[in-house]
């Protein structure tokens, strides 16, 4: 176990995933915690009344699993165009909801350059965060440039959180990142500063990584560790590998594994 910590030390965190290994894992302690689901959502994209059919069927479908949701985790680009509009309407859709929802704020969430007013104003307090359910725990982190779609850093002020935070969370609890851009090693659009990012948690029992963007479905698992991109839950937009399927994950979390299936809307 040493030996593994003085490579991740050393900045071999790629050396250790690619052995399938993720740090934190493999000394965890065993943490007793409860049994719930959850859905993963990514790239809704809302651009006009059109799209507001599509999006009471998601809502629809993500209440009559036959698990009961305890929250919803969305992985940014909310809106199209990140206006007062369009934000305020995808709101009060998600807002029927008989469950939490939980978001970050994705490039097309923005409605200029760096103008994300309308999404700060509807959406307050949700751009760095962490909360904790049965025992898990979920962290939500801005990973975005402004409008920018490719070649992206995640700001400074991402990782000065982070290096606030962390001290204050347990290690080995089960822990969860959701996140706009990928940081899938080898998936398009990939975070250019995800080595940073996930080497902050090379000591935690990080079990999952959500993550949007690109829309079509990606999947790295590094021992008990899975890294993914969906495909998108749009009306408005199509998935980056034409792929035809849209919908969201269903998560279930039982003795401490967690496990996902896909539901589609057609």
């Not at 050396?15 to 943490?31: F, H, Q």
């Not at 590094?222 to 590998?241: E, I, K, M, P, Y």
Request: aromatic share 12%.
């Amino acid at each position: 176990m040493k030996h593994i910590r003085r490579q991740f030390v050393q900045g071999s965190l790629q050396t250790l995933l690619a052995a399938g290994m993720w740090p934190g894992v493999l000394d965890a302690k065993e943490v007793n915690t409860g049994s719930f689901h959850f859905v993963a959502v990514n790239d809704l994209h809302y651009f006009n009344e059109k799209c507001v059919p599509w999006f009471e069927r998601m809502v629809k479908a993500m209440t009559s699993q036959p698990e009961k949701i305890d929250f919803v985790l969305i992985s940014g680009d909310l809106t199209e165009h990140g206006t007062q509009q369009q934000n305020g309407v995808i709101r009060d859709i998600l807002k029927t909801l008989p469950f939490p929802y939980h978001v970050v704020v994705g490039n097309h969430d923005y409605q200029g350059p760096s103008d994300r007013t309308s999404f700060d104003q509807l959406f307050p307090k949700q751009i760095n965060y962490h909360f904790e359910h049965a025992g898990w725990q979920f962290i939500g982190l801005d990973t975005s440039e402004g409008q920018k779609s490719k070649d992206v850093k995640a700001p400074q002020a991402t990782f000065q959180w982070l290096d606030d935070q962390l001290p204050r969370l347990n290690k080995s609890k089960p822990t969860i990142l959701f996140t706009h851009f990928p940081l899938v090693f080898g998936v398009p659009f990939i975070l250019q500063n995800a080595k940073p990012l996930l080497e902050r948690f090379a000591s935690f029992n990080l079990k999952a990584v959500y993550s949007g963007h690109y829309h079509g479905f990606t999947e790295r698992k590094f021992g008990q560790t899975v890294l993914t991109t969906n495909q998108c839950c749009s009306f408005a937009r199509a998935n980056h590998d034409r792929s035809p399927g849209k919908g969201f994950f269903v998560c279930s979390v039982a003795d401490g594994k967690l496990n996902r299936s896909m539901v589609e809307l057609k």
